[in-house]
């Protein structure tokens, strides 16, 4: 079973940056699509950006193309969610996941905390 742990969320004034990390155990990034999800005050779930298990191939929403990048660290078995030029509707707690495409087991972090102040 992979264990999913969140960081690096804070305050931050909008038009400003953070990294998010995700660093997992009991499994590793590169044997799972990883996915970043969040969930505003008040508002279902979204999805952010995913990076998949083969090739690392990308997605973004819409929402935060061109501004935000997913990436991992085999190494040190992280994912990340870089977050440039910050707006307050990107405040959110943001979850990291990892699918496993062959059970089809989803794994969740329990998220950090992203408030962005204007």
């Known amino acids: 079973q992979v264990q999913l742990v969140e960081s690096g969320g804070r305050l931050v004034q909008a038009g400003g940056s953070l990294r998010l990390s995700c660093a997992a155990s009991?499994?590793?990034?590169?044997?799972?699509?990883m996915n970043w999800v969040r969930q505003a005050p008040g508002k279902e779930r979204e999805f952010v950006a995913s990076?998949?298990?083969?090739?690392?191939?990308?997605t973004y929403a819409d929402s935060v193309k061109g501004r935000f990048t997913i990436s991992r660290d085999s190494a040190k078995n992280t994912l990340y969610l870089q977050m440039n030029t910050l707006k307050r509707e990107d405040t959110a707690t943001y979850y990291c996941n990892a699918l496993n495409s062959r059970s089809g087991e989803t794994y969740w972090g329990r998220g950090t905390q992203v408030i962005v102040s204007s």
């Open positions: 009991g499994g590793t990034v590169s044997s799972h699509s």
């Open positions: 990076i998949s298990r083969d090739f690392g191939i990308t």
